[in-house]
């Protein structure tokens, strides 16, 4: 079993920066990807990012590349989601996610779940 906690989220404005995190604790597994999925009112749960533990690899969701960059802090068991140049598209509701394989983009394939933490970004 692993808990997931995201903090971070807030409201800011259009343009500015924030960093979300992601703590992980309890079951570790030898090779599990670390993911981000957003949920905007009124739109589906979609992909944001995603980080393999042990390989470093990374992908991003076309809306956010370039913007946003994930990160790991293997220490710490933590995971983040450096946020930039952020628009009002990007208001949602941020969830990270755990999964015992490697990096997809396919949130059904995920194992565990955070409660998610809000982001408005207003214009």
């Known amino acids: 079993q692993v808990q997931l906690v995201e903090s971070g989220g807030g409201l800011v404005q259009a343009g500015d920066s924030l960093r979300l995190s992601c703590a992980a604790s309890g079951r570790t597994f030898s090779n599990y990807a670390m993911g981000w999925f957003r949920q905007g009112p009124g739109k589906a749960r979609e992909f944001v990012a995603v980080?393999?533990?042990?390989?470093?690899?990374?992908e991003y969701a076309d809306s956010v590349k370039g913007r946003f960059t994930i990160s790991r802090d293997n220490a710490k068991n933590t995971v983040y989601l450096q946020m930039n140049s952020l628009k009002p598209e990007d208001t949602a509701v941020y969830y990270c996610?755990?999964?015992?394989?490697?990096?997809?983009?396919?949130?059904?394939?995920?194992?565990?779940w955070g409660q998610g933490t809000q982001l408005t970004v207003s214009s």
């Open positions: 980080i393999d533990w042990s390989g470093g690899r990374t």
């Open positions: 996610a755990a999964r015992r394989a490697g990096i997809t983009r396919f949130d059904r394939l995920y194992d565990y």
